[in-house]
């Protein structure tokens, strides 16, 4: 099978060179994505021998990814496997992570730091809460459950590399191409492997990240499923609007008097409970237009 490691890159001249130093052990091709950097990144990966494609400015991590699947396909790969070119990712775990794709178990292989006990013992605590709580999140609109949604050491099969196409520039493609792959039925497995956290060289705010992808998450959780994402909390508010406004019109039948803060909140969770409802339907159809247009 062809391979392709693909490395997004920015300002990571620390790191690069000793990082396609350990890939080139193997005989896969070597594609790094230079998203703008300012240091010598770049130069770097082109004087170790990667194929070096660079964006004229930081477009950011998403934008890195579809670079590298757009590439893959160029290049006809059979596969694309990603790896963070900040050091966190071991050279030993590739072989574990290609597998199941030689063998046709899966279409996407994701490396799980949390299938591997040692190593979920060295993840950072506000790491783990971080990535647990977006995990949930992405889990609620997926099929098959995953342990580790924000993982980019993972593995594409050349289906997947032609049908998904990510669009988002942030850190939120990692969920977005899980979401998309999921709606077109591919097979998702996780297998262990081991981060190396020493030096903190990631590179990304933590908070940052963490705000970025949950609302990308429930960006295309609220595409994928309109109906789900708005409609239910519609019905909620319309339920507990109705209830205050009974209780409104009970009381003042009973007193002639109009209690104005459970008229407010029955009147107020009415009024957002439509809403809710009539998105979720509005989107729902228009989801369903473009997609009956696209197909054709």
């Known amino acids: 099978m062809k391979v392709i490691i693909g490395l997004p890159a920015f300002n990571e001249e620390k790191n690069i060179a000793s990082t396609i130093a350990k890939l080139q052990k193997f005989s896969y091709t ?4 230079n998203d703008g950097s300012s240091d010598m990144t770049g130069t770097i990966a082109e004087k170790m021998g990667a194929l070096v494609v660079n964006h004229q400015k930081n477009l950011g991590y998403g934008a890195g990814i579809r670079t590298l ?5 160029e290049l006809d790969a059979d596969m694309l496997v990603t790896f963070d070119a900040d050091g966190q990712h071991r050279v030993e775990d590739i072989e574990n992570i290609i597998r199941p794709i030689e063998t046709g178990e899966a279409d996407i292989v994701i490396g799980s730091r949390f299938l591997n006990k040692t190593n979920d013992t060295n993840v950072p605590k506000y790491r783990k809460i971080g990535i647990k709580v977006i995990t949930n999140v992405t889990n609620s609109s997926m099929n098959f ?10 593995a594409y099969n050349k289906k997947v590399l032609k049908e998904v196409t990510p669009s988002e520039y942030g850190m939120g493609v990692s969920t977005e191409i899980l979401i998309k792959a999921n709606k077109s039925g591919f097979r998702f497995k996780e297998v262990p492997i081991t981060i190396l956290y020493e030096g903190e060289t990631s590179t990304h705010n933590p908070v940052s990240h963490g705000v970025s992808v949950i609302l990308s998450t429930m960006k295309f959780i609220s595409i994928e499923h309109p109906l789900k994402f708005y409609g239910i909390p519609g019905m909620v508010f319309l339920a507990i609007g109705l209830f205050f406004i ?3 019109i009970q009381a003042f039948t009973a007193t002639r008097q109009i209690i104005t803060n459970i008229s407010l909140i029955g009147i107020g969770a009415i009024i957002l409970g439509t809403m809710l409802t009539m998105t979720a339907i509005l989107l729902y159809s228009l989801v369903n237009v473009v997609r009956e247009r696209h197909s054709d």
Do not use: E, L, P, Y
């Open 30 to 33: 070597i594609v790094v994505c």
């Open 145 to 154: 459950k995953i342990s580790d949604s924000q993982s980019g050491f993972r």
């Open 246 to 248: 009974v209780w409104t």
């Open 69 to 73: 699947f757009t590439k893959a396909k």
